[in-house]
Protein backbone atom coordinates (compact mmCIF):
# COMPACT_ATOMS: atom_id res chain seq x y z
CA UNK A 1 0.00 0.00 0.00
CA UNK A 2 1.00 3.34 -0.27
CA UNK A 3 1.85 4.04 3.39
CA UNK A 4 4.16 1.16 3.26
CA UNK A 5 6.01 2.21 0.06
CA UNK A 6 6.14 5.65 1.44
CA UNK A 7 7.81 4.40 4.41
CA UNK A 8 10.16 2.45 2.65
CA UNK A 9 11.40 5.76 0.08
CA UNK A 10 12.32 7.33 3.93
CA UNK A 11 14.78 4.48 4.42
CA UNK A 12 16.75 4.86 1.18
CA UNK A 13 20.61 6.25 2.58
CA UNK A 14 21.68 9.04 0.46
CA UNK A 15 18.76 10.38 -0.89
CA UNK A 16 19.15 13.56 -2.74
CA UNK A 17 16.06 15.54 -3.14
CA UNK A 18 17.69 17.80 -6.09
CA UNK A 19 18.38 14.16 -8.42
CA UNK A 20 14.90 12.92 -7.77
CA UNK A 21 12.91 16.30 -8.48
CA UNK A 22 14.94 15.91 -12.31
CA UNK A 23 13.46 12.12 -12.68
CA UNK A 24 10.44 11.87 -10.33
CA UNK A 25 8.51 12.63 -13.13
CA UNK A 26 9.34 10.20 -16.02
CA UNK A 27 9.72 7.38 -14.04
CA UNK A 28 6.23 7.62 -12.12
CA UNK A 29 5.31 7.87 -15.57
CA UNK A 30 6.70 5.03 -16.98
CA UNK A 31 5.07 3.07 -13.38
CA UNK A 32 1.94 4.46 -14.37
CA UNK A 33 1.79 3.72 -18.08
CA UNK A 34 2.75 0.32 -17.71
CA UNK A 35 -0.22 0.02 -14.92
CA UNK A 36 -2.11 0.69 -17.54
CA UNK A 37 -0.89 -1.40 -20.34
CA UNK A 38 -1.23 -4.42 -18.19
CA UNK A 39 -4.94 -3.65 -17.40
CA UNK A 40 -7.23 -3.08 -20.08
CA UNK A 41 -10.07 -2.25 -17.78
CA UNK A 42 -8.61 0.47 -16.13
CA UNK A 43 -7.27 1.48 -19.35
CA UNK A 44 -10.63 2.02 -20.63
CA UNK A 45 -12.02 3.47 -17.51
CA UNK A 46 -9.15 5.91 -17.84
CA UNK A 47 -10.04 6.86 -21.23
CA UNK A 48 -13.90 7.00 -20.20
CA UNK A 49 -12.67 10.40 -18.76
CA UNK A 50 -13.05 11.82 -21.98
CA UNK A 51 -11.18 15.60 -21.79
CA UNK A 52 -12.02 15.73 -18.27
CA UNK A 53 -8.94 17.58 -15.92
CA UNK A 54 -7.76 14.62 -13.61
CA UNK A 55 -6.66 16.12 -10.41
CA UNK A 56 -5.35 14.05 -7.12
CA UNK A 57 -7.36 15.88 -4.48
CA UNK A 58 -5.18 15.48 -1.40
CA UNK A 59 -4.21 17.56 1.24
CA UNK A 60 -1.56 16.78 2.72
CA UNK A 61 0.41 16.20 -1.26
CA UNK A 62 1.08 19.35 -2.94
CA UNK A 63 3.49 17.74 -5.35
CA UNK A 64 1.26 15.09 -6.49
CA UNK A 65 -2.18 16.30 -5.69
CA UNK A 66 -3.76 19.50 -5.66
CA UNK A 67 -3.64 20.45 -1.95
CA UNK A 68 -7.06 20.48 -1.52
CA UNK A 69 -9.56 17.53 -0.29
CA UNK A 70 -12.72 15.82 -2.17
CA UNK A 71 -14.64 18.24 0.15
CA UNK A 72 -13.15 21.58 -0.99
CA UNK A 73 -15.00 23.43 -3.50
CA UNK A 74 -11.69 25.24 -4.67
CA UNK A 75 -10.96 21.60 -6.46
CA UNK A 76 -13.02 22.30 -9.21
CA UNK A 77 -11.06 25.75 -9.69
CA UNK A 78 -6.94 24.89 -10.90
CA UNK A 79 -6.11 28.56 -10.42
CA UNK A 80 -7.08 27.85 -6.42
CA UNK A 81 -4.98 24.35 -6.30
CA UNK A 82 -2.10 24.58 -3.74
CA UNK A 83 -0.80 21.79 -5.17
CA UNK A 84 1.26 20.77 -8.58
CA UNK A 85 -0.98 18.15 -9.19
CA UNK A 86 1.78 15.99 -11.15
CA UNK A 87 0.04 12.54 -10.74
CA UNK A 88 -2.95 14.11 -12.61
CA UNK A 89 -0.92 15.53 -15.40
CA UNK A 90 0.60 12.07 -15.85
CA UNK A 91 -2.50 10.27 -16.06
CA UNK A 92 -4.04 13.20 -18.82
CA UNK A 93 -0.73 12.28 -20.81
CA UNK A 94 -1.36 8.37 -20.13
CA UNK A 95 -4.80 8.65 -21.16
CA UNK A 96 -4.15 10.50 -24.66
CA UNK A 97 -1.24 7.78 -25.82
CA UNK A 98 -4.21 4.99 -24.97
CA UNK A 99 -6.17 7.22 -27.15
CA UNK A 100 -3.51 7.49 -30.17
CA UNK A 101 -2.73 3.58 -29.93
CA UNK A 102 -6.22 2.96 -30.25
CA UNK A 103 -6.33 5.11 -33.20
CA UNK A 104 -3.15 3.83 -34.88
CA UNK A 105 -4.42 0.59 -34.59
CA UNK A 106 -7.70 1.11 -37.24
Known amino acids: NAADIKALGRSVQHFDDKIWIKVREEIVYKGVREK ?34 MKDEDRFCANKWKGQNLLGQILMRVREEIRHQKKEKR
Open 36 to 69: FRQNLELAENLEKTGEEIIAECAVKDRIWGIGLS
